[in-house]
């Protein structure tokens, strides 16, 4: 794996940026669509079974960084509400559709933050953002695809 992928994968895995982020910079290196999905998919799971294991541990942690604590504190309850919501309407479906959702404030991410927050069991939750996600990709790739095609 060259440094290219290695930046798709790093990208992916990172808050904020995740595949939104991951696809386009791989669809800007000219990797195959397959190569940028693949990589993308995978790096944006691997810190999600972490953060639904976790995240209670490291929020004890980084009460001493109260700008760090803070800030993943606000994200997690922001989106522990807004999954809540639509879980009430549309169960598992809608922690998928939180995630699949390319929109600023989801992602796998905010799902599993809101996830942990919400204390709702690890097996589905992670199932239903792995759904998300490659929901996600697909769309992020489709809009990619379709921008490249204009040059």
Known sequence: MGQ???????????????LR????????????????LLLSYVGNL?????????????????????AIHNWLQNK???????LHDTMQKWGWLGLLIFVAIPLPG????????AASVLRLP????????????IIAGLIVSGAGLGVLSFF
């Not at 290219?4 to 995740?18: D, G, I, N, S, Y």
């Not at 997690?76 to 807004?82: I, M, T």
């Not at 989801?106 to 933050?113: H, N, Q, R, Y």
């Open 106 to 113: 989801t992602g796998a991410w905010t799902g599993a933050l």
């Open 21 to 36: 982020g991951a696809i386009p910079l791989g669809l800007a290196f000219g990797l195959p669509i397959t190569t940028v």
């Open 76 to 82: 997690a309850e922001h989106g522990g509400q807004k």
């Open 46 to 66: 691997i810190p999600i079974p972490f953060i639904l294991l976790g995240i209670g541990w490291l929020m004890n942690r980084l009460e001493q960084i109260p």
């Open 122 to 133: 690890f097996g589905p939750s992670l199932l239903s953002i792995a759904g998300g996600v």
């Open 4 to 18: 290219q992928e290695w930046m798709v994968l790093v990208t992916a895995a990172t808050p904020v940026l995740e």
